[in-house]
């Protein structure tokens, strides 16, 4: 029998086609199908879980079987009991099937609590100013929804209430090393938790997780009431229908129609040819095939979803219009012939440029507006560019932190001075195991930064928002230094000192598009653009660099004609992943391109596994080598930028 379970359900909250394509996962590919290991690492949902279990002890655990029969009939034989707590409780209606986090029965009502890594702070309404659930709340509302529906039709006797289990994002921790109480290991592909310290022992302090009654909000859902207009028309059904229906579609293996909309932008089953592996299908192509008709070379074309900052996508759908090639820059009342004499770009005019440029109507595939380099001449060297990488942990590390508080454990600077000389000055990482980095971090940066008074660059806010966390905590600490650090935060963040961070991303919005950069103004996609837009670049890396960690690499390797993003040139944090080789101007692949070192968030995620004990030497040096070579490469990044800048100012 096929089930509908409890994360089917949830994932096709926005197109009940998903609920397709996930039961047939071995068929159709997903951006969700990588990394599942790391992605639990970041997500903290496991850890969170298992922290939920300790605030309600004494309960039986449901093991995990690919039989459900047998999960369902440990759970009857439980319920039998006049009181219990059940972890992972099996309950099912016809073929609906979920496992409730933490089921608790007491004579005559059963609470089922879902458990959820999401923060809430106490007071928060589930609900949006119309009175229908939040968009930022459906699919943890519908969750718990979907399992009230499945109890109330199993267990027509007893009184049924829901909640939710959320991290009070208000709470300290009140001891340390709570988050190292939680590993999370691999075993045979799954991501698994394992105690490092027995229950008895555990120092949990305070509880950092709160428990919510929901039940108006659910009983609201179950009424059909949860959402305004929506676009499944099996929800307007009612809730009842709706579950039966998508039940039954389920146990048939029938693919589920759903109209195109605005929801398809962000569709996991939208794969690149070029990155299906062999065997697996596109789910988005096959979609709008059975829609529109359309053959792979219409299926190719660039879409109006991948527009920058589009947010009018349904009204152009609407109308017809489905291709970037359709549109011309009119649409947004923009003045093509004038774009190049504008003080700074507004967003339409970047879409514009987006439009003109990806689709080969401007022959030319960057500009930079004068202002630009009006705005260089107020630097100061030498120029700082600096990045750092951080955590926000659900669970907290350390003693008096709150959940999802950044704490920066790493930082690279690379200067630039007048002459045009590039050096990598500085590298930190805390390396130790549950040390608390926040003030040490500080620290190490000060003693960099104070040598002169040079302007200081980031790529986007996050370096700013981590000085303000660490400021806080600083203010609330007893260091002997902590006025000093103060000052020293404050001549980066307050906005009139003559110091303030200098954010390179917002420069790039407001002067300069490369057709290369498609629809993103991230610094992995800025970088690869101005490396295939500039001769001096090519001349400059084409040669070895070294900095403190990565030693003679060659940074511009071109591969059909293009440059092969240098992120791609880095061996991967994974150890599970094989490196890529380099060779001749050729790049060999390992099993795949992992392109772990290419995101901020799994670099946070290998620190927080460096976290825990058990780890070999090996491991623990391969990936902090990892790790620093990724933070000197994003610093480098934003030089190779300002290079290239600095060579187009005639």
Not at 230 to 253: A, H, K, Q
Request: hydrophobic share 30%; proline share 3%; with cysteine.
């Amino acid at each position: 029998m096929r089930y509908l379970t409890k994360s089917i359900f949830v994932h096709s909250l926005d197109c009940p086609t998903k609920a397709y394509y996930m039961i047939n996962r071995d068929i159709y590919q997903s951006t969700q199908d990588d990394n599942g290991f790391l992605e639990a690492l970041a997500d903290g949902g496991i850890q969170v879980g298992e922290l939920a279990r300790h605030y309600y002890p004494g309960g039986h655990l449901i093991e995990y079987d690919k039989d459900k029969n047998i999960s369902l009939s440990q759970t009857k034989s439980l319920l039998s009991k006049e009181s219990v707590i059940i972890y992972e409780a099996a309950i099912s209606y016809k073929n609906c099937y979920s496992l409730v986090d933490i089921l608790v029965k007491e004579g005559n009502t059963i609470k089922l609590i879902e458990v959820k890594s999401k923060s809430w702070e106490y007071g928060e309404s589930f609900r949006d100013e119309k009175g229908f659930i939040s968009t930022g709340w459906q699919k943890y509302l519908y969750d718990i929804a979907f399992q009230t529906w499945i109890a109330k039709k199993s267990f027509k006797d007893f009184n049924i209430e829901s909640y939710l289990m959320l991290v009070d994002k208000n709470q300290s921790s009140t001891v340390d090393g709570l988050h190292q109480y939680f590993e999370i290991v691999k075993v045979d592909g799954r991501s698994n938790l394992r105690l490092t310290t027995e229950p008895k022992d555990m120092e949990l302090g305070e509880p950092i997780l709160t428990q919510v009654n929901v039940c108006e909000e659910v009983n609201q859902i179950l009424e059909g009431n949860g959402r305004q207009n929506s676009t499944i028309p099996l929800e307007n059904m009612g809730f009842d229908y709706w579950v039966e229906e998508l039940s039954r579609l389920i146990e048939n293996n029938d693919r589920i129609s759903q109209p195109i909309s605005k929801t398809c932008k962000s569709c996991e089953y939208r794969i690149k040819s070029s990155d299906l592996i062999s065997g697996k299908k596109c789910g988005f192509n096959e979609c709008w095939n059975k829609e529109l008709g359309w053959d792979y070379q219409e299926l190719s074309k660039p879409l109006i979803f991948d527009i920058w900052n589009e947010r009018g996508t349904q009204k152009l759908l609407d109308s017809g219009i489905y291709h970037v090639q359709e549109l011309e820059p009119e649409y947004y009342d923009v003045n093509y012939h004038t774009i190049s004499d504008r003080d700074h770009f507004s967003n339409n005019d970047r879409k514009s440029l987006q439009i003109m440029k990806t689709t080969g109507r401007d022959a030319s595939s960057e500009i930079i507006l004068p202002g630009l380099f009006d705005e260089m001449e107020n630097w100061k060297y030498p120029l700082h560019f600096i990045d750092f990488e951080g955590v926000s942990p659900a669970i907290p590390f350390h003693k008096g932190m709150k959940p999802y508080k950044k704490t920066p454990f790493q930082f690279s600077i690379h200067d630039v001075y007048k002459n045009g000389d590039v050096k990598h000055v500085s590298e930190w990482v805390e390396r130790e195991p549950g040390v608390f980095p926040c003030f040490t971090f500080i620290r190490e940066l000060k003693k960099v930064l104070d040598q002169d008074q040079g302007s200081v660059f980031m790529y986007h806010h996050y370096e700013r928002t981590t000085l303000r966390d660490v400021k806080g905590m600083l203010e609330d600490s007893s260091e002997s230094d902590k006025e000093e650090l103060i000052n020293f935060i404050n001549t980066l963040i307050e906005e009139e000192s003559n110091r303030c961070l200098i954010d390179q991303q917002k420069l790039v919005l407001k002067y300069y598009y490369s057709s290369f950069m498609g629809n993103s103004n991230s610094i992995k996609d800025v970088l690869p653009a101005v490396l295939n837009e500039s001769d001096f670049l090519k001349k400059e890396y084409s040669r070895p660099y070294s900095g403190l960690t990565i030693k003679d690499k060659i940074l511009y390797v071109e591969k059909d004609g293009l440059v092969i993003n240098p992120y791609k040139l880095l061996d991967p944090l994974d150890p599970d992943t094989k490196p890529n080789l380099y060779i001749d101007n050729e790049i060999i692949e390992g099993d795949k391109i992992n392109e772990s070192v290419a995101d901020g968030g799994k670099a946070m995620m290998e620190w927080s596994r460096m976290q825990f004990t058990g780890i070999s030497t090996e491991e623990r040096d391969s990936v902090f080598k990892g790790l620093l070579s990724y933070c000197e490469l994003d610093t480098l990044a934003m030089v190779m930028i300002y290079q290239h800048w600095k060579s187009l100012n005639k």
